[in-house]
Every structure is written in structure tokens, then in C-alpha cells.
């Protein structure tokens, strides 16, 4: 469009504002969790473009699939517009606390604070709280955010 529209009368050498289009609206869609390819093809496929980034970043997606998004998801863009993918490196693998012979509470506590969920299981009939195992040792590796299932002893 112009300003002022056109037909307006103007006099010589006046000058008239341009405004130019950035293209059709395009919502941003969610590709996190999507491989690269996958990712690329989305964006492409809603006329948008991908610029993966360099940086790699620890993240609960797979190695290689997109962690990030910028713009993220709904924001509206304009055709043609480019999306930076970051990638992930995968969840970073920490180590399990030994939470054995600990009371549930303790144990819990001690594992979420590690980094992980937990889960308690119970044997059937049993009313101890002390913890007899854990689904990862102590001491070994598990990605973080990752569920540690603890036993309490059975009868």
C-alpha cells in the first residue's frame, strides 16, 4: 500500500511511503523432539525456512533431534521467514545415588534431588519402608529426569 493512497493529489517532490508485504502469515509449527530432516521438512512444508544452529545443547530429546525452536510454536511469521533449530545432545547422564536401606521418604527425596522421578514399588503384604533396591545401582549412570524405581522389603 501507499500513504497516502493512491489517487490522492501530492504536490511534485512530495514524498510517498511504501509499505511492502512480508508475505502470508504462517504459524509457527512445534518441531521439537523431530530429527533435523523431519524438522526441515515441517518448516518447509508451511513455506518456512530452518537455520540449524551450531551449538549443541543437553536436553530431555534424543541426540540429534531439535531441542530448541526459535520462534517457537503459534508465534506468527511471515512466509519466508527462518526458524533456528538447536540440537540436542541427549539428557545429561548423571550419577544414582545409593538409596538402599534408606526409608522411602529419604530415598525419594534423595533421588529427586539428584535429578531423577522416582518410583516406589511395594511387595504385596509389605508394611516396611526401608528400600531392599533400585532399578539403577548407586554409583551407575541414568539420563536425567529419568524414573528410578525403589523397592521397599518385603515381608
Same mark, same amino acid.
Given at each position: 500500500?501507499?500513504?497516502? *493512497?493512491?489517487?490522492?493529489? *501530492?504536490?511534485?517532490?512530495?514524498? !510517498?511511503?511504501? !509499505?511492502?508485504?512480508?508475505?502470508?502469515? !504462517?504459524?509457527?509449527? &512445534?518441531?521439537?523432539?523431530?530429527?533435523?530432516?523431519?524438522?526441515?521438512?515441517?518448516?518447509?512444508?508451511?513455506?518456512?525456512?530452518?537455520?540449524?544452529?551450531?551449538?549443541?545443547?543437553?536436553?530431555?530429546?534424543?541426540?540429534?533431534?531439535?531441542?530448541?525452536? @526459535?520462534?517457537?510454536?503459534?508465534?506468527?511469521?511471515?512466509?519466508? &521467514?527462518?526458524?533456528?533449530?538447536?540440537?540436542?545432545?541427549?539428557? *545429561?547422564?548423571?550419577? !544414582?545415588?545409593?538409596?538402599?536401606?534408606?526409608?522411602? &521418604?529419604?530415598?525419594? =527425596?534423595? %533421588?529427586?534431588?539428584?535429578? +531423577?522421578?522416582?518410583?516406589?514399588? *511395594?511387595? +504385596? %503384604? =509389605?508394611?516396611?519402608?526401608?528400600?531392599?533396591?533400585?532399578?539403577?545401582?548407586?554409583?551407575?549412570?541414568?539420563?536425567?529426569? @529419568?524414573?528410578?524405581?525403589?523397592?521397599?522389603?518385603?515381608?
Amino acid at each position: 500500500r501507499t500513504d497516502p *493512497r493512491a489517487g490522492a493529489d *501530492r504536490n511534485p517532490d512530495t514524498a !510517498v511511503a511504501l !509499505v511492502v508485504s512480508k508475505g502470508a502469515p !504462517v504459524d509457527v509449527p &512445534d518441531v521439537t523432539g523431530l530429527s533435523i530432516e523431519a524438522a526441515t521438512a515441517e518448516l518447509e512444508a508451511q513455506g518456512l525456512k530452518a537455520d540449524v544452529l551450531l551449538a549443541r545443547i543437553n536436553s530431555p530429546e534424543a541426540q540429534g533431534d531439535v531441542a530448541e525452536q @526459535s520462534p517457537g510454536e503459534g508465534v506468527e511469521a511471515a512466509e519466508g &521467514d527462518t526458524v533456528e533449530l538447536t540440537v540436542s545432545k541427549g539428557p *545429561r547422564m548423571l550419577i !544414582v545415588p545409593d538409596v538402599t536401606g534408606r526409608d522411602v &521418604d529419604e530415598a525419594r =527425596s534423595t %533421588l529427586e534431588e539428584a535429578g +531423577f522421578t522416582v518410583k516406589v514399588d *511395594r511387595p +504385596f %503384604l =509389605s508394611f516396611s519402608d526401608t528400600i531392599a533396591s533400585q532399578s539403577v545401582d548407586g554409583s551407575e549412570r541414568a539420563p536425567e529426569g @529419568s524414573t528410578i524405581t525403589i523397592r521397599t522389603k518385603g515381608l
